[in-house]
C-alpha cells in the first residue's frame, strides 16, 4: 500500500486527495439531487386529483411505487456512497459510438450514480466493471494500473491510499485494501453484523460472484468470512439477476433468531430489499412460537429421515373406514354409511390426486353420491323415536332445503340436489370427519404424540418402543399451551406438505448458513422452498453441535437431494487473534482429527486467554467484574456462553447484571454464527472430554475477536490444562 507521492505528511493536502475530495462532493450532490427529482416527480402524481380515468389511475399508481423503489435503491443511509476507484491500464477502445468519451478509471461505491450526461460518477459494487477492484493482483491485475481506497466519513474524504498493481513486486497472495481491512477488523464490535463491501477480499469475492445456478457449498473454520459471504452473495445476485429474481426473491437461513438479529441490517446497509433472512423455524407459515430442543434424544429423533415416513403413515391412519355402519337421517329416511361403502369412499379418496386435505373433496363428494342414489332407491324409512324426533327437527330445519321431487327432474337433477343438501348436513360432516378428517398440522401432530397407540400405529415399523417413549409428550400437556421446539416446527412443515395445508413460497435462490447442523428433516423444509439446484450452502462441520454431528458434507448435503455440488474453502481467518487461533486450531485438530485443515490467521493482535476458578456462590460477582474490565477496556461487546443443556447454569448467570446493550448471555447453540469483542465460557467444567463439549467449546471460544476467560466450577480439567500449555 502506498500513499500518492505529492502527500504531506498528513496526506490531506495532496493534488490527488483534493481531486477527490471534490469527487466525493460531487458524488453526494449527484446523488441528492436524483433523490429530489424523484421525490417531486412522487409529490407531483400525489398531488393528482383522486378521480380520473382508471388509465390515469394506473398511472399515477405506478409513478408512486416506482419513485418509492428508486428512492429505496438510493438509500446509504450513514454509509459511505463511494470507497474506491480503479484506474485502467489501458482504456477500453470506443467503437460503440463515435465521440464517446472513453472512461479510464471509475469510482466504486454502494450504488450506481450517473451525472447529467449519463456518464457513470459511481458504480455499484456489484457491477462487472467493480470486480477487477476487488480481484486484481500484481500476478493478474485485471487491466488496472491503479487501485484506490477512498476512507469517506459524514459524506466528506477523510482518507485515500493506492495500491499499484503494474511495475510492482508484490506476491500474488497479497491483501486487498490492506489498511483499510486492518481498519475494519480491529473496530470493536456491535451486537449487529458490519457489511464487508469496501474491503471484501479476492477470493470471497470470487465466491459472492458465482452465477445463480449451482450449488456450492462453502466451508472454512470460524472467522472465515463465511456469513459475510452469504449476505454479500445475497445482495450480489438480486442485483446481477434482478429481471428473474424480483418476484421469487432470495432467501439467506441462519440457525436462530438471534442471529436473524445479529445479521438483520446488513442487506439493508447494502441497499437490498429483497432478500429475505430467516431462521428455519421461522420459516414456517402461520408463525409459532418456538424454542430450541432441550432433550438431544427426541431432537435426533425429530430430525431423522424416518419421521417423513412416520408422518406420511400417520396421515394415512387418518383415512379409516367405519368400523360399524353410521345412520344419517335425512328428511323422513335413514342413510346408512356402511363399513363397505366408507371403504369404497377411502379407496376413492387413496386413488385421487392431491394431498389429504384436497383429496377430502374427493371422499365427500363420492359418499354424498352413492347415499343419494340410496335416497333415490328409497332409503331406509325411519322407526326409531329418536330419529323420527330428528327428522322432525330436519324437516322445519330451515337449512335442510328437502329435494322436492317435480316430474320433470331427472335423476341426476336429483342426485345433484341431495348432494349439495348432505354436504351441509352436519351429521353427513361427522361422518366425513371420522373417515377423511380435514387436518390441520398443530393438532394433528399434538395428537399423534401424545398417544402412544397412535405412534404406534403410525411408527411401529421404523420406530423402537424406546424411541416412541422419547417421542411422547407429557399428558398433562394442553395443545392451547403447548411450547413447541424448533425440530416440532419442522415437523409441523412437513404435515402442512402432506395435507396441503400452506403452499411455501419458493425461492430463486436459497442461501444456508451454519449447515453443517440441519437435520435431514430441516433440509426437506429447505428443499421445499428451493428451485431444483439453486443453493449456497456455507458451513463447518467441525463446528457441529446438533445431535447430527460427525456427518460428512456428502451426508449433510444428501436429504436436499443435491449431488451434483463444488465444494470451496475459504483460506483466511479475519476474526481470531493469534492466541485465540492457536489453542482453536488445536481443538479442530482434536475434533475432525487428520482432515483438519489449517486457515490462515491474519490479524497480528495477540489476544488474551485465561481461565478462572469460581465458586458457585460467588461465580455471578466474577463475572460482573470481568464483564465491566472488559467494557471499560473497549467499547465493544461481551457474550457469557454455557453448554447446551445448562439450564440451571444459564439462569444463574443471567442474574448478572449487565448493560444489555452491549452483553449476550445464551447457551452455545444461542451464539453459533455470531461475534464478540470478549467470550467468558462458564461451566464447561468435564472432566474427562467428550466430542460434543470439546466442540460447543470450539464454537464459544472461536467466538471471541480479542478475549476469553474460562470460568471453571470445580477445578480446570486436565485436558484443557494440556491444551492450553
Ligand atoms: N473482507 C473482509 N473485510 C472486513 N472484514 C471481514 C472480511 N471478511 C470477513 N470479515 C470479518 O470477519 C469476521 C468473521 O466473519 P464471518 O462472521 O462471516 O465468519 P464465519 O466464517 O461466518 O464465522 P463462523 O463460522 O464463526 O460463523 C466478521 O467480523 C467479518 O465482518
Redesign the pocket.
Known sequence: MARDPQDNRDGMTSAAFEEEHAYVELAYAALDGLRSRIEESMQQALELPRGGTPQARLERDVTIETSLTRLSRLEVGAHPLLFGRIDLAEAPSADDGEGDKVQTSYHIGRISLSDDSGDPLVVDWRAPVAEAFYRATVLHPMNLRRRWHLAVAQRHLVGLEYEDLVGSDRSDRELVGRAS?YA??ERPRTLE??N?VE???AD?DELIRRPLNRTIIIE?S???????VALHRAAYLVYTYRWRLERQGVLVLGPSESFVRYVRSVLPSLGESGVEVRSISGLREPRVDSTPGVDPIAMRLKGDLRMSRVLRKAVRDRERPLKRPVNIPFGSRILVVSPELSQRAVTAGSSARGRHNQRRKVVEAFLARELAIEFLRGGQLSTSPADLNENVINLFDDDLDLPLQLPEDSEEDIIRDVVLQLRRLENFQRVMDRIWPSLRAEEFLFDLLKHRSLLRLAGGSVLRDEEIDALLLDSELALETIQWSDEDVVLLDEIDALVGAHDPKIFGHVIVD?AQDISPMAARVIRRRTSKDSLTILG?LA?AISPFRGRSWSEVLSPFGVSDFELIR?PMN??SPRRLAEVADHLRRRILGSQALTEVPIRTLAGSLDTVVARQVDLVERLERQVQAWLEESEGTVALVVPDGAQDLLQLICKCQVDVARVFVASVSGVK?M?FDSVALVGFDVPEEGDLLQREMYVAL?RATRSVSMFFLNSIPGWVESMLA
Open positions: 481491512l475494519a477488523l453484523m458490519a464487508i474491503t471484501i477480499q470471497q472454512g470460524p472467522g472465515t468470512g463465511k456469513t459475510a451454519e463447518d463446528q475459504l479475519y476474526r454464527g461475534e472461536t
